[in-house]
T-cell receptor
Framework: EPEVTQTPSHQVTQMGQEVILRCVPI?????FYWYRQILGQKVEFLVS????????KSEIFDDQFSVERPDGSNFTLKIRSTKLEDSAMYFC??????????FGSGTRLTVV | KNEVEQSPQNLTAQEGEFITINCSYS?????LHWLQQHPGGGIVSLFM???GKKKHGRLIATINIQEKHSSLHITASHPRDSAVYIC????????????FGEGTQLTVNP
């Protein structure tokens, strides 16, 4: 299976700025996910995206967050006005086979 | 109480030792994943289980659905096995999302 590529690998942004994290699944898979991991904590679910629509979202995924699949291959997570507590590692993932997962390499977001 | 509990939190071993990491969960699941996270942060899927046992090289994963428990074993451990090992479950009632354990930090010394 092809890898899931995330860009950038590391982004530093000022509080209040908008950031867009990108994921390239390079396939026609239908199910995609965003997870995040705050430093020293466990990985948390943010949102799942099925057939170009949000299918599930967690309580973390508030109005500051949005997801899109703008051109059929890229998959983006946008944070509209970043807060210090948004600093985390963000992973995209895609479902493979029936229940399998392939994770991206992650984007480390640092909000200063 | 967390839905997914791992033990131990930290484990230090000597090269060559047999290692066991445990995962208990409190919900009905459709699948359980064992994942590996290296210091750079990337997550690699090791196994997906819904029953029984799977083996890949020196890694063995088992699951007991009735007891809601899974184990990851590493035979003949090596320093390159040093990483965080994470158990994650796909609940029967929470769609396709994964719920993660806290992870086990494994350090294998030469």
């Amino acid at each position: 299976e092809p890898e899931v590529t995330q860009t950038p690998s590391h982004q530093v942004t000022q509080m209040g700025q908008e950031v867009i994290l990108r994921c390239v699944p390079i396939s026609n898979h239908l199910y995609f996910y965003w997870y995040r991991q705050i430093l020293g904590q466990k990985v948390e679910f943010l949102v799942s995206f099925y057939n170009n629509e949000i299918s599930e979202k967690s309580e973390i995924f508030d109005d500051q967050f949005s997801v899109e699949r703008p051109d059929g291959s890229n998959f983006t997570l946008k944070i509209r006005s970043t807060k210090l507590e948004d600093s985390a590692m963000y992973f995209c993932a895609r479902q493979t086979g029936h229940y399998g997962y392939t994770f991206g390499s992650g984007t480390r977001l640092t909000v200063v | 109480k967390n839905e997914v509990e791992q033990s131990p939190q930290n484990l230090t071993a000597q090269e060559g030792e047999f290692i066991t990491i445990n995962c208990s969960y409190s919900v009905g699941i459709s699948a359980l994943h064992w994942l590996q996270q290296h210091p750079g942060g990337g997550i690699v899927s090791l196994f997906m289980l819904s029953s029984g046992k799977k083996k890949h090289g020196r890694l063995i994963a088992t699951i007991n659905i009735q007891e809601k428990h899974s184990s990851l074993h590493i035979t003949a451990s090596h320093p390159r096995d040093s990483a965080v090992y994470i158990c994650a479950v796909r609940s029967e009632t929470s769609g396709s999302r994964l719920t993660f354990g806290e992870g086990t930090q494994l350090t294998v010394n030469p």
